[in-house]
């Protein structure tokens, strides 16, 4: 699986940043004054189901009035050019990098648009309201809640993660702030696997000393010149 991946890119909130889509952490963070790691776990949401359905609701709504930025649209350029070596990691759950033309896109920390159902475990593509507790479209029960990943939850794909770390030659972390795991980890796992490793962010994240090379800026700035540096180097394949 994933036999040819050269490149890793992992995206968090920040490439969408520019797009309108707020990030978690900075001044006006997602959550209005709570702390996401004491609203986003699978406590909160069994405490106010109906808080937690309408704050995902909104979002999901949301994505329809958003667009790519030219970040996204790098990173598909990319991919164009070199297909399967690259593998796009994503910690968001909106769907620009999609949206953008990216086609090899993991989202580990879930999806907006897909629903989870509590009682038969099966996910579907969602895109209306769930807080109106519509039945499950397989078993009927009213358990749907949104397909993302919380706090204590296992993130999804990782086994095709830590694989295609273990061969890349480059890892880059685009616009995230290295303080949730296992993500803040994988610069670490790619290194000592022996990849490069470059950091692209608005500012140093928590753990920018642990790559090779940073370089701070706006995603929509940073991605684009690093991609043309880089097909300026390999060329299209
Ligand atoms: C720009 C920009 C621009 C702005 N251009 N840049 C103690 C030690 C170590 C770990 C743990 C611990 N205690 C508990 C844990 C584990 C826990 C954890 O990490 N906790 C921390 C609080 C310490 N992690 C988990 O529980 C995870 N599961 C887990 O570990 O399972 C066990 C396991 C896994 C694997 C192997 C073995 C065992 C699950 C974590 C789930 C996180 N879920 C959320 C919510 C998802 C749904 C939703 O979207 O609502 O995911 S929380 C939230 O944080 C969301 C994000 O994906 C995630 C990361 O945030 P991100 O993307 O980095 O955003 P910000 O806002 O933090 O940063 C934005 C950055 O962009 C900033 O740096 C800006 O400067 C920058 N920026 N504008 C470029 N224009």
């Known amino acids: 699986m994933d036999r040819l991946v050269r490149i890793v890119v992992l995206?968090?909130?920040?490439?969408?940043?520019?797009?309108?889509?707020?990030?978690f952490r900075d001044a006006e963070g997602l959550w209005?004054?709570?702390?996401?790691?004491?609203?986003?776990?699978?406590?909160?949401?069994?405490?106010?189901?109906g808080l937690v359905h309408r704050f995902y609701d909104e979002r999901r709504a949301a994505l329809s009035s958003v667009e790519p930025?030219?970040?996204?649209?790098?990173l598909a350029r990319l991919e164009d050019a070199v297909g399967d070596?690259?593998?796009?990691?994503?910690?968001?759950?909106?769907?620009?990098?999609?949206?953008?033309?990216?086609?090899?896109v993991l989202h580990m920390h879930g999806r907006l648009r897909s629903a989870l159902c509590r009682g038969c475990r099966r996910r579907f593509e969602w895109t209306g309201t769930l807080g109106d507790r519509p039945p499950c479209p397989r078993c009927g029960r009213r358990e749907l809640r949104p397909d993302v990943v919380w706090f204590g939850e296992l993130?999804?794909?990782?086994?095709?993660?830590?694989?295609?770390?273990?061969r890349v030659e480059l890892f880059v972390s685009?616009?995230?702030?290295?303080?949730?795991?296992?993500?803040?980890?994988?610069?670490?796992?790619?290194?000592?696997?022996?990849?490069?490793?470059v950091?692209?962010?608005?500012?140093?994240?928590?753990?920018?000393?642990?790559?090779?090379?940073?370089?701070?800026?706006?995603?929509?700035?940073?991605?684009?010149?690093?991609?043309d540096e880089l097909l300026g180097r390999v060329g299209p394949s």
């Open 32 to 49: 209005h004054g709570h702390r996401v790691e004491d609203v986003a776990t699978p406590e909160a949401y069994d405490r106010q189901p």
């Open 69 to 74: 930025n030219d970040a996204h649209r790098a």
């Open 199 to 227: 950091e692209l962010n608005l500012v140093p994240s928590a753990g920018s000393h642990l790559f090779d090379e940073a370089r701070h800026g706006p995603a929509s700035r940073l991605v684009p010149a690093w991609v």
């Open 155 to 166: 993130p999804y794909e990782m086994d095709r993660i830590h694989d295609a770390l273990a």
């Open 11 to 23: 995206t968090g909130a920040g490439i969408s940043a520019e797009s309108g889509v707020p990030t």
């Open 174 to 197: 685009v616009g995230t702030s290295g303080a949730v795991h296992p993500a803040a980890g994988f610069v670490l796992y790619a290194a000592a696997h022996g990849a490069r490793t």
């Open 85 to 104: 070596e690259l593998l796009v990691v994503t910690q968001n759950i909106d769907d620009l990098h999609e949206r953008g033309g990216s086609r090899r």
